[in-house]
């Protein structure tokens, strides 16, 4: 695999009571936003673009809702207000996204569409090449798919021994810091996809891409029982908020 830049936070991820403890104004400790709805927080860094660099997400964004409702300018500056970010309704679910919609508005289906036309597009540039082979279509993707997940999500990429990529699969899910995945199941489906080479990525929630002693222990398991089978684990990427963070490059396998 090639480098993949990796950035540390440097006191890693904040306590979920911090995270979640918003004063009055309804800023929380850590800067960010308290959500619209009372379900929803925006990440740091999510509203902290230039007044001028919001303008421009609000009108991209009213372009694309264009042809999907008859005032897509109000209808931006209201998922931008529920959501907080282009990020976030990015990865909103279809269930949210309907529930930001008003009686009567049919655009949801098409804007799904369009969205998941956008990461087939992704997906498509990445498994048409072999694994290492092109670095920046692998972590557009992964920060793509899962950056503002608010759960933890773990991927498995299967390649043959070229590296030629066979399947990509979720496998594990899970509440943060709480996403393992059985060798039973990872080896298992590797064998049965007569896959050689294993890449894993999960997310972070709280947007830190430092791997916890967890992380780095479950991993290093993984690989001993991987090359036992003759199989190879080529890296684990742990996915941020800005950043993922390669498990080989930084010599934890």
């Not at 008859?70 to 679910?93: C, H």
């Not at 540039?125 to 992964?142: E, F, I, P, S």
Request: hydrophobic share 40%; aromatic share 4%.
């Amino acid at each position: 695999m090639g480098r993949i830049s990796a950035i540390y936070c440097r006191d890693g991820a904040l306590a979920a009571s911090e995270r979640h403890a918003a004063t009055p104004l309804g800023l929380r400790r850590d800067g960010t936003l308290a959500g619209v709805d009372g379900r929803h927080h925006n990440r740091a860094g999510d509203l902290s673009l230039p007044p001028a660099v919001q303008s421009d997400c609000q009108r991209h964004l009213s372009q694309l809702l264009g042809s999907l409702h008859e005032q897509p300018e109000d209808l931006a500056a209201r998922l931008l207000y529920r959501f907080g970010s282009i990020a976030r309704i990015s990865q909103a679910s279809e269930i949210e996204l309907r529930q930001a919609a008003q009686k009567g508005e049919s655009w949801v289906g098409a804007f799904v569409a369009i969205r998941q036309l956008v990461h087939d597009g992704l997906r498509e540039k990445l498994v048409r090449t072999r694994l290492g082979d092109n670095q920046g279509a692998l972590t557009a993707y992964l920060l793509a798919t899962m950056q503002n997940l608010d759960e933890e999500r773990m991927l498995a990429i299967f390649a043959d021994a070229a590296g030629h990529i066979i399947a990509e699969e979720v496998i594990a899910e899970g509440s943060c810091g709480d996403v393992l995945v059985t060798p039973r199941k990872l080896f298992g489906r590797a064998l049965s996809l007569n896959a050689r080479r294993i890449l894993l990525a999960h997310n972070h929630p709280s947007g830190c891409s430092r791997p916890s002693n967890r992380d780095v222990e479950h991993t290093r398991l993984l690989s001993k029982q991987a090359n036992d089978l003759g199989l190879a684990i080529d890296d684990h990427l742990i996915i941020g908020y800005r950043s993922i963070t390669s498990m080989r490059n930084r010599g934890f396998i």
